[in-house]
């Protein structure tokens, strides 16, 4: 190829990536460093104020609020991701079996998705709350709760982050689910068949076959799941608005309510990029479990 065709070539390149740049910088990177500036003053709704340099960053470590949002986050993560990845993986295996009701549950498991988070909220509240609440109903009607008896789902701190939980696998799973179907539609019939005539059960064919192939799908589920977890807010805030008692205040709504009620956003920006260095170290660990299992 020639220098004047290569140069060509190089400029209609970079026609194609210069528009996406451009705005990829302007809402993106420039935010960013923005941020970080902003992160280094102590800075409220009017502007800067004056320049404090990292006392927003180890003003953080002796805030009781901020580990208990922290922890609140953690405890949200540890019980949500588990419970979606095994629930998507096991509906989309029943979603992938070769029945008259296949693309039915696929829509089914994925419609749910589809709403808003005001939305599906909503149905949550309306489905955990007690005295009028389909849950509490129906465990009326089949006797397993007395008539005088009500469960408090979104009051009891021992129930509340189950509850959570339940409502975002619900709501999100769609999209897991439809990952690991398609990680089960590149499996080829040829390796079930050939398993089939090795004498190999259906139990046998999933714990040895199935889920070694669909590894790297997991790791792929664990990881959005996770990273979607730490910055959780819009269903807590709605169903719960963190409480009781700030009990499921996550680390998100906790930078909210510093930033927009308490007019601190210096302390809100440092503690966002607190946010960021957690969910970095969180996917750079995830890699290294990923690769060592690889090995």
Request: proline residues 4%.
């Amino acid at each position: 190829m020639s220098k004047a065709r290569k140069r060509k070539t190089a400029l209609v390149a970079l026609a194609f990536i210069l528009p996406f740049f451009v705005l990829y910088t302007i809402f993106t990177i420039w935010p960013v460093i923005q941020g970080f500036y902003v992160s280094l003053h102590k800075w409220g709704l009017m502007g800067k104020q004056d320049f404090i340099g990292l006392d927003n960053y180890t003003k953080f470590l002796g805030d009781k609020n901020f580990w208990g949002a922290l922890k609140n986050t953690a405890i949200f993560t540890v019980i949500t991701t588990p419970l979606l990845v095994i629930t998507a993986l096991v509906l989309a295996i029943l979603a992938n079996r070769a029945t008259k009701m296949k693309k039915g549950l696929r829509i089914i498991y994925y419609l749910p998705s589809v709403l808003s988070v005001s939305v599906a909220s909503f149905i949550a509240k309306y489905v955990f709350s007690p005295y009028t609440g389909l849950i509490n109903g129906l465990l009326h009607t089949i006797g397993v709760l007395p008539a005088d008896q009500e469960m408090q789902w979104l009051n009891d701190p021992g129930l509340v982050w189950w509850t959570i939980s339940l409502m975002t696998v619900w709501w999100t799973i769609g999209f897991s689910m439809l990952l690991y179907l398609s990680a089960l539609q590149d499996i080829s019939t040829d390796i079930y068949e050939a398993a089939s005539i090795d004498g190999a059960t259906k139990r046998q064919q999933l714990f040895s076959i199935v889920l070694p192939l669909l590894k790297p799908t997991t790791w792929l589920v664990i990881l959005l799941q996770m990273i979607a977890c730490v910055k959780v807010f819009g269903q807590i805030y709605m169903i719960t608005g963190g409480g009781p008692a700030s009990s499921t205040r996550p680390m998100v709504q906790y930078i909210y309510e510093n930033a927009f009620e308490k007019n601190n956003m210096g302390y809100a920006a440092a503690m966002s990029y607190v946010l960021f260095a957690i969910l970095l170290i969180l996917s750079l660990g995830q890699q290294m479990l990923q690769r060592k299992g690889e090995e």
